[in-house]
């Protein structure tokens, strides 16, 4: 059971490059989120969805984007990567529907440095 | 505003000794409230969580929870640490108006070094 598997682990990318944050659950889950982590900050919720083809802002959102075309999977895009945007970045999934207060299940992370 | 405070961003206890986390929420509702540990490089694994059915949680890995309205607290505790317990803790409460999103507010961690 593989639960939450994010690729790539790790990155580094030029500033104004772009790429996409990969996200898969295979737990069938309603719910699915992305989190950033810097130090001494805990994690900030960039975007959310509740369901295929729903999305919506987080906390902080900008420079991001994300869709949800399927159960399944939920990309984040960097469109212009910004030095700012150096963090580690998780993913996470919850089954959702009644139980708003199930708890998260998280990915290992993908540690993105922008140089 | 909603929010979680734990104290201490570093706390260091020898092997066998208690350990001791503290996290404050702020919230004018009865809170749902959870603790996560992550291990180096690693997501984050859920230790327990308080949705009010009791006020002392029991977790895994020997670790438990007490809810104190009074205090709007929710420290873990564990009576003896052991040295595979080293690793980041995170409190979190469930945002306010999400009860259909399930959305988290997270404390800023605390990590935990056990000394042999």
């Known amino acids: 059971n593989a639960g939450v598997t994010q690729t790539p682990k790790f990155r580094i990318l030029k500033i104004g490059q772009s790429m996409t944050l990969q996200c898969a659950q295979d737990m069938n889950h309603n719910y699915m989120y992305w989190y950033r982590q810097d130090p001494g900050m805990g994690l900030k919720l960039i975007y959310y969805s509740v369901g295929a083809g729903i999305t919506d802002k987080g906390e902080v959102p900008n420079g991001y984007n994300v869709s949800r075309s399927t159960t399944e999977d939920f990309p984040l895009r960097l469109e212009l990567a910004a030095p700012s945007q150096t963090s580690v970045y998780f993913c996470?999934?919850?089954?959702?529907?009644?139980?708003?207060?199930?708890?998260?299940?998280f990915g290992d992370g993908t540690r993105l440095s922008i140089l | 505003a909603q929010s979680v405070t734990q104290l201490g961003s570093h706390v260091s206890v020898s092997e066998g000794a208690l350990v001791l986390l503290r996290c404050n929420y702020s919230s004018s509702v009865p809170p749902y409230l959870f603790w996560y540990v992550q291990y180096p490089n690693q997501g984050l694994q859920l230790l327990l969580k308080y949705t009010s059915a009791a006020t002392l949680v029991k977790g895994i890995n020997g670790f438990e929870a007490e809810f104190k309205k009074s205090e709007t607290s929710f420290h873990l505790t564990k009576p003896s640490a052991h040295m595979s317990d080293a690793a980041e803790y995170f409190c979190?409460?469930?945002?306010?108006?999400?009860?259909?999103?399930?959305?988290?507010?997270f404390g800023q961690g605390t990590t935990l070094q056990v000394k042999p």
């Open positions: 996470a999934s919850s089954p959702g529907g009644g139980g708003s207060n199930q708890p998260q299940h």
């Open positions: 979190a409460v469930i945002r306010h108006g999400s009860s259909n999103t399930g959305k988290l507010i």
